[in-house]
């Protein structure tokens, strides 16, 4: 009995904040611009997660794709532009880490700004690594054996 009126409970708690919540386009957008724009403004300085960090490559993308919605939408570039000059701050390089693919991730906006920009300064690194790690018949390091092995 007590089971059911939690789910019941949830329910309508659920219910009732939904019903507060306008689940527009317009809001979603809102809030999406301010997500970006706090996060242009909060870079992360440390010496722990610098710009190629893996840990960037998710924000990286998602920014890349809220850059074209701003632009389509809005005719608003500011959103490339900020990953154009992280881009040119770092040469369009990828993460430090030879074959770990988080740090190749970092380099996924770097391709598609290339394909907006068609420079191909944006897509060199990042080929020539990947190219390298596809086909690397040497030795490999301790950096990834345990990655590779069966």
């Given at each position: 009995?007590?089971?059911g009126f939690?789910?019941?409970v949830?329910?309508?708690?659920?219910?009732?904040?939904?019903a507060?919540?306008?689940?527009?386009?317009?809001?979603t957008?809102?809030?999406?611009?301010?997500?970006?724009?706090?996060?242009?403004?909060?870079?992360?300085?440390?010496?722990?997660?610098?710009?190629?960090?893996?840990?960037?490559?998710?924000?990286?993308?998602?920014m890349?794709?809220?850059?074209?919605?701003?632009e389509?939408?809005?005719?608003?570039?500011?959103y490339y532009k900020?990953?154009?000059?992280?881009?040119?701050?770092?040469?369009f390089?990828?993460?430090?880490?030879m074959?770990?693919a988080?740090?190749?991730?970092?380099?996924?906006?770097?391709?598609?700004?290339?394909?907006?920009?068609?420079?191909?300064k944006?897509?060199?690194p990042?080929m020539?690594r990947?190219?390298?790690?596809?086909?690397e018949?040497?030795?490999v390091?301790k950096?990834?054996?345990?990655?590779?092995?069966?």
């Amino acid at each position: 009995m007590k089971k059911g009126f939690m789910v019941l409970v949830a329910y309508l708690i659920g219910t009732v904040a939904s019903a507060q919540v306008p689940f527009t386009k317009a809001a979603t957008k809102e809030v999406m611009k301010r997500v970006a724009d706090w996060q242009i403004a909060n870079p992360n300085n440390g010496a722990e997660h610098d710009d190629l960090d893996w840990t960037h490559a998710a924000l990286y993308m998602g920014m890349i794709d809220w850059a074209e919605i701003a632009e389509q939408e809005d005719g608003n570039d500011t959103y490339y532009k900020w990953l154009l000059k992280i881009g040119r701050k770092n040469h369009f390089q990828v993460g430090k880490w030879m074959y770990h693919a988080d740090f190749i991730a970092v380099g996924q906006p770097f391709i598609d700004l290339y394909k907006k920009y068609k420079q191909e300064k944006m897509i060199m690194p990042v080929m020539a690594r990947a190219n390298w790690v596809g086909s690397e018949e040497r030795r490999v390091g301790k950096e990834c054996r345990s990655r590779w092995s069966p």
